[in-house]
């Protein structure tokens, strides 16, 4: 069987996009406010993000309850794009994933990414995967996280799944595993989603046609104009296209170099920190109550710095 019409529309709207890895607005206590989430959804999409991936890694979705990241898809479903949910890592395991898919379904997604699960025997991950998918009905997108990758016999058999319609390569650093992943997916027809915040102009080059990443949880119009300028180069052939999409690139490895370096999980804190700078997320709310304990708080001023530089660099 081959992909559905649904997920080929559906990767119609994503291809040569960007999908917005959306952060959670939260207080210190982990508590969260409707008015506050949906104004930054709102301020994202305006940015040009063409998607939002809601209760991803991004936005914590492995910690927060079921019913709180319904509302929030429920929000981003309201501005009119496409609606991912992230599937996976919750602590209270698979009977939550479940639930959570379907919940998601309901609540507006339209596709949902699905976390590497704790058991890595390739039988199971295949079983969680067609589960998830007979729970929600949507369709799904793989993702090859470098914390828990797959190999490339389980990536395989993953991307044979009719229900999976597209693929995320989050590798960080393994180029060669980036380009295989990518590779096997287009070989069997899947829309390839880089999630390659630290070589997202490289995993475009590599045949990626759309991103979805937490580097454009703030400051999305630089991770924004390179997905725009790469496409204009690759449609039109344009060689003053591939010259700016060369510029932008450069851009986006700035941003990219102060936001994800170690520790790595700390870049959930610093794209929040951006956000407040940018005044689409109040102070009280560029919290990550989960950052790691040895992210140092002195990095702010040189985060904001650049960023500051990389949003007038990409405005020229």
């Given amino acids: 069987m081959g992909i559905s019409r649904e ?12 999908v917005a890895a959306a952060a959670t607005p939260m207080r210190a206590d982990g508590s969260t ?19 939002l991936a809601i209760a991803a890694h991004t936005g914590r ?37 479940l639930e959570w898919a379907a919940t998601a379904a309901a609540a507006g997604a339209q596709a949902l990414l699905v976390f590497p699960p704790a058991d890595t025997d390739p039988d199971a991950v295949v079983a969680h995967h067609e589960a998830i998918a007979g729970a929600s009905g949507l369709p799904l997108i793989a ?14 058999r993953l991307l044979d799944l009719p229900s999976v319609g597209a693929f995320k390569p989050a590798r960080l650093h393994d180029a060669i595993a980036c380009q295989e992943g990518i590779a096997a997916a287009r070989a069997r027809g899947k829309l390839v989603l ?11 080059m590599w045949g990626a046609e759309g991103a979805l990443i937490g580097l454009a949880a703030a400051a999305a119009q630089i991770s924004v104009a390179a997905v725009a300028t790469f496409a204009a180069a690759v449609l039109t052939s344009a060689r003053d296209a591939a010259t700016r999409f060369i510029e932008v690139s450069a ?48 990095e702010r001023d040189e985060v904001v710095r650049v960023v500051r530089q990389c949003r007038d660099q990409v405005r020229r």
């Fill in 7 to 18: 997920t080929t529309e559906l990767n119609g709207r994503l291809r040569w996009s960007l």
């Fill in 33 to 51: 406010d409707p008015g506050v989430c949906s104004a930054y959804f709102g301020h994202l999409v305006r940015a040009g993000a063409g998607g």
């Fill in 61 to 97: 979705g492995d910690r927060l309850p079921i019913t709180t990241k319904a509302d929030l898809v429920r929000r981003a479903a309201a501005l009119d794009v496409p609606v991912v949910a992230g599937v996976g890592g919750h602590a209270d395991g698979p009977g939550h994933d």
């Fill in 143 to 156: 993702f090859d996280l470098y914390t828990r990758p797959y190999a490339p016999s389980t990536l395989a």
């Fill in 194 to 204: 880089t999630g390659e915040d630290r070589m997202l102009g490289a995993s475009l």
């Fill in 251 to 298: 851009v986006v490895d700035e941003l990219s170099r102060v936001t994800f370096r170690p520790p790595f999980d700390g870049y959930v804190q610093r794209m929040l920190w951006i956000a407040a700078d940018e005044g689409t997320i109040p102070e009280e709310f560029a919290v990550d109550p989960y950052r790691p304990a040895d992210l140092d708080d002195a």
